[in-house]
């Protein structure tokens, strides 16, 4: 077989000439291997017509096998022969001939160092590419949380109404006063608070003593 990797030819039809010889090869073969198959039947039927004949089925067998490598030897040489034909004549794309698909590198023609200013080129693109789509994820990340501040923010100017209502509502129309009078309360609460828990210690302390 050849070693000639034949790429072209390849690309071509498909699949590599050798691949198809291959094939062909392997075909003649089996069938070369039956017609022996076929013969040896037939020479043993033909025997049975003739019961005094002495020839056994294991040494027409043993013939067979003898006749089989003998056709195979000859048989290698030909198809030898016709696979450097076939590969030469009929599976070969010649030198000058240029395949349609391949006339545009033709037409535009690149060098080695050209081929590698648009590899690096390209791999430059790859890159600023990956950093704006990192750079648009932080944003549209950017983005959600604004949305949730200003969902808190929205929440919290609620709450400034609300409490700017309920102050109106009680006779208190400024904030700032609002604010002081919420102070005031707070901490008249938190005496009260402080109050109640010294005073709960103080009964807790006696019900010990008792």
């Not at 070969?92 to 590899?119: G, R």
């Not at 700032?176 to 109640?196: G, H, I, R, W």
Request: with cysteine.
């Amino acid at each position: 077989m050849s070693v000639n990797p034949m790429a072209y030819e390849a690309q071509f039809f498909g699949f590599t000439p050798q691949t198809c010889m291959l094939r062909i090869y392997i075909a003649f073969q089996d069938y070369l291997f039956e017609m022996m198959l076929v013969v040896e039947r037939v020479i043993l039927k033909k025997l049975d017509r003739f019961p005094h004949c002495k020839i056994s089925p294991f040494r027409i067998r043993k013939s067979t096998e003898k006749f089989l490598v003998f056709m195979k030897e000859h048989f290698d040489k030909l198809f030898s022969r016709m696979e450097d034909v076939l590969l030469q004549l009929v599976l070969n794309i010649p030198k000058n001939v240029l395949l349609p698909e391949d006339k545009v590198h033709k037409q535009y023609p690149y060098s080695k160092e050209q081929f590698q200013a648009l590899q690096d080129e390209i791999h430059q693109l790859q890159q600023q590419y990956r950093a704006e789509a990192s750079a648009g994820q932080a944003l549209r990340a950017e983005l959600e949380e604004q949305k949730a501040v200003r969902a808190e923010l929205e929440k919290i100017l609620q709450w400034f109404d609300g409490l700017e209502n309920i102050c109106r509502e009680h006779g208190t129309g400024n904030l700032e006063e609002s604010f002081a009078f919420l102070t005031q309360n707070s901490k008249k609460l938190q005496d009260v608070l402080k109050d109640v828990e010294e005073k709960s210690k103080k009964i807790k302390k006696h019900d010990r003593l008792l």
